[in-house]
């Protein structure tokens, strides 16, 4: 069994900053990619940023040179770095990582959540 708990959301003013961590346990053989997501009220959930366990980076535009992930492999924890933040990022934000597990199954799992909310 595999679990992520999120961590770091919270109410900031435009501009401002959040950093979002997401810690992995259970058991865990390897940690393929991590990634975050958010889905806003009446939107579709999206991608945010991802890293590979090579430290390959994906970014969507709307997020491109404000937000940075980072993982400590050491840890099992994916960390996000948001800056500059606009009302339009207010979401739950969601962490995601692709693990192998003991039994040697990868599977897809989901952290439970965390709120941000930018105020203008």
């Known amino acids: 069994q595999v679990q992520l708990v999120e961590s770091g959301g919270g109410l900031v003013q435009a501009g401002g900053s959040l950093r979002l961590s997401c810690a992995a346990s259970?058991?865990?053989?390897?940690?393929?990619?991590m990634g975050w997501y958010r889905q806003a009220p009446g939107k579709q959930r999206e991608l945010v940023a991802s890293i590979t366990s090579g430290n390959y980076r994906i970014y969507p535009d709307s997020v491109k040179g404000r937000f940075s992930i980072s993982r400590d492999n050491a840890k099992n924890t994916v960390y996000l770095q948001m800056n500059s933040l606009k009302p339009e990022d207010t979401a739950v934000y969601y962490c995601n990582a692709e693990v192998r597990s003991a039994d040697w199954r990868t599977g897809d799992y989901w952290g439970q959540g965390t709120q941000v909310t930018v105020s203008s």
């Open positions: 259970g058991s865990i053989v390897s940690i393929n990619t």
